[in-house]
């Protein structure tokens, strides 16, 4: 299924979160009126990024070589430098219409991604508004824990001195309240990183565990309000 958007309502890492938990391979095309760009995703990481003048262009290639020789890549060092020069350049862009088709693009076996999306998704969670973080963690009473592969993510997201700070007082039990105190850091400070590691798989809100009635107890308490039904 397709993905759409604008980029004014819907920042890149909401959508790099989307694409990055169900693992998907294709194009996402942002659309900025002046300027088109393809990015190309395989197994949830991006492996390059292209300007086009037309956006139908993007859907004439269905194999990634085919890309490589119009854009004149020999190899793996033509690909990554491609990708380092444009990617700052597709990260400032903050509006626009984007669109995600899946499964469009093939790719050989040897087409890897360089950087990992966790990586530019912590990255791009430093830089967001207040506005923004505030959509997701406005409660200083929310509770969260880590998540089960936190470890392998957090490898991946390449995480500064305060963020690894932060991780290590996640356990389920502290507040965000808690975790600001003990740390003595800045509110907004601690909402952008909780927003980078909920983007990114690292945490989750924790799940409360619902109550349930034993067999017996449900069974006694039908009981009573059957025996106080007869008596009306």
């Not at 004014?8 to 391979?25: A, G, P, W």
């Amino acid at each position: 299924m397709a993905i759409t958007g604008n980029l004014e309502t819907f920042n890149f890492v909401d959508i790099f979160q989307i694409l990055k938990k169900d693992r998907k391979d294709g194009i996402l095309v942002i659309e900025t009126g002046s300027k088109n760009f393809a990015v190309y995703f395989k197994d949830g990481d991006i492996v390059y990024i292209r300007e086009v003048p037309k956006v139908f262009y993007v859907y004439l290639d269905i194999d990634f070589s085919d890309v490589m020789k119009k854009e004149g890549l020999s190899g793996e060092e033509d690909i990554y430098r491609a990708l380092v020069a444009r990617l700052p350049i597709l990260l400032s862009l903050k509006k626009g219409k984007f669109s995600f088709t899946p499964g469009f693009i093939r790719y050989s076996d040897n087409i890897k991604p360089f950087i990992p999306l966790e990586k530019i998704i912590m990255f791009l969670s430093r830089h967001l508004s207040k506005d923004e973080v505030e959509r997701k963690i406005s409660d200083v009473r929310l509770i969260f824990e880590k998540t089960e592969d936190w470890e392998e993510v957090a490898q991946r997201a390449n995480l500064n001195e305060t963020e690894q700070k932060v991780l290590k007082l996640i356990n389920g039990e502290r507040t965000v309240e808690d975790i600001k105190n003990e740390l003595g850091i800045d509110l907004f400070t601690l909402q952008k990183i909780l927003y980078g590691f909920l983007a990114s798989g690292l945490i989750r809100r924790k799940r409360h565990k619902k109550r349930k009635l034993g067999f017996d107890l449900t069974k006694g308490l039908l009981s009573r309000i059957i025996e106080k039904i007869k008596g009306l």
